[in-house]
């Protein structure tokens, strides 16, 4: 078992910036990739990015592609989002999740464990 937990959510306004941290506890010998993922109010949860074992490669949606950034520290096991520029469509509840396969899948059930989430909130 894995255990993930976020933080660094908030209310922010557009243009701002803000960073999310996800730290993994257990088994953490079996996490391969890392990434995000964001449900918005109403929609279904959506890929965000994801980065490899040893930190590449990396994805990204195309809706925050240059914008955004995934890194991860596996001396501490965590992942952490960058996020800059953001936009209110950005709003959305943002879960952390783990794969023990290799890279490449943007898909929920490729993911094998799930943080609770972090509220992201982008409004003037």
């Known amino acids: 078992q894995v255990q993930l937990v976020e933080s660094g959510g908030g209310l922010v306004q557009p243009g701002d910036s803000l960073r999310l941290s996800c730290a993994a506890s257990?088994?953490?010998?079996?996490?391969?990739?890392m990434g995000w993922f964001r449900q918005a109010p109403g929609k279904e949860r959506q890929f965000v990015a994801a980065i490899g074992l040893y930190g590449w490669p990396t994805d990204y949606a195309d809706s925050v592609k240059g914008r955004f950034t995934i890194s991860r520290d596996n001396a501490k096991n965590t992942v952490s989002l960058q996020m800059n520029s953001l936009k209110p469509e950005d709003t959305a509840v943002y879960y952390c999740a783990v794969s023990g396969r290799g890279f490449g899948s943007r898909r929920d059930p490729d993911y094998d464990y799930w943080g609770q989430g972090t509220q992201v909130t982008v409004s003037s």
């Open positions: 257990g088994r953490t010998i079996s996490i391969h990739t």
